[in-house]
């Protein structure tokens, strides 16, 4: 296996990372609007993400690092053609930090339903745009011989990966439903799992279908199997929410999202871009990456950087581990 490969193949771990720790997160502030009653309910929500979600996007910006340093081409092709809808997602980004950190700085109600609303639509929004974002990756795109995206922003927006980002939407919510009762108490753990049973249906509905459109047009023996285990896992996460066994329930729905994203990678290498004009245009692991030397000296870094990420991120997740509830919201809040 060349160094290419294995760097294509890190990517993608980094990229199901990012999915498996900020879909929670996104699913929690779609879920400020949907599952809480009032404003305390709203900050038991975002309680439970309070001391992680800054760390999940970590991931993200070793997913989009990596791929700059790793298949430049890549990164420059990706982010060209695509430069509107990740330019959204990450303006929706800054402004949900703010909304975190700025909602309780002061008491008026209009100050804080304002940074609620921010929160709900830029968790929304990026949860459903990354989705369309790897459709049209994996679907293809129209790329010249030049490796340059000539197609428009409306080209983006077709069936498959409009059904795309629905996919990640309703996942990622179902998977926040499932955090939601998994780190609260009382009632509002009761409503995020009946809500959670409700929102893994719809999310089984259109997972189907997405992957299924997949597997029929890209997909081989190891892309269905990724798509089998990521139905049954989402399967079993219904039926252990339904038994209130939230751990097992977590970490099913994880285990879908982890499937899924493997299976578009899967379909997708050994092209990291494929082009919809000419297959020989398509950007591949050979022809879009780095030098021999430049993805050695990466190797050697992140073999020394990862695992302690992992350990400090593990540690954070250990020490956060109780559940919370109104009760231990303070009035002023």
């Known amino acids: 296996m060349e160094l290419h490969d294995i760097w294509f193949i890190l990517i993608a771990v980094l990229w199901t990372g990012y999915f498996f720790l900020e879909g929670f997160d996104f699913g929690i502030g779609v879920l400020t609007k949907l599952l809480a009653r009032d404003r305390r309910e709203r900050r038991v929500l975002i309680n439970t993400i309070g001391p992680v979600w800054d760390g999940n996007e970590v991931w993200l910006l070793s997913a989009g690092g990596a791929t700059f340093a790793a298949f430049p081409e890549w990164y420059a092709t990706l982010f060209s053609g695509f430069y509107l809808p ?15 950190e700025y909602r309780v700085k002061r008491d008026e109600e209009r100050w804080q339903r304002n940074w609620e609303h921010a929160i709900f639509w830029c968790s929304l929004l990026p949860a459903f745009l990354w989705g ?14 030049h490796k340059e995206y000539v197609g428009s922003v409306l080209d983006l927006l077709n069936p498959y990966a409009l059904l795309g980002g629905l996919v990640t939407l309703s996942l990622f919510t179902f998977h926040g439903a499932v955090f939601a009762s998994l780190k609260t108490l009382g009632d509002i ?17 259109l997972a189907v279908g997405f992957l299924g459109w997949t597997q029929l047009d890209k997909g081989d023996t190891s892309s269905l199997v990724a798509m089998i285990v990521a139905v049954l896992a989402l399967v079993a996460g219904l039926v252990m929410n339904r038994l209130g066994r939230e751990g097992w329930s977590f970490a099913f729905s994880g285990v879908t999202i982890v499937a899924a994203v493997a299976m578009l990678f899967l379909t997708l290498f050994p092209n990291v871009m494929p082009s919809s004009l000419n297959e020989s245009w398509s950007l591949t692991v050979s022809n879009a990456s780095s030098s021999a030397y430049t993805l050695k000296i990466m190797t050697w870094c992140a073999g020394i950087a990862t695992p302690v990420v992992l350990l400090y991120q593990g540690w954070t997740y ?6 919370i509830g109104t009760q231990h919201i303070a009035d002023a809040h």
Do not use: H, M, P, S
Not at 88 to 95: G, R, T
Not at 189 to 205: D, F, K, M, N
Not at 318 to 323: A, D, E, G, N, S
């Open 189 to 205: 753990r009761e409503r995020a799992r009946r809500t959670a049973t409700v929102l893994g249906l719809i999310t089984a509905v």
């Open 132 to 145: 369309v974002a790897f459709g049209n990756i994996v679907r293809g795109v129209q790329i010249d011989a």
């Open 86 to 100: 990740l330019l959204l997602i990450l303006v929706c980004l800054i402004v949900r930090g703010v909304a975190f």
């Open 318 to 323: 250990w020490v956060f581990r109780k559940r």
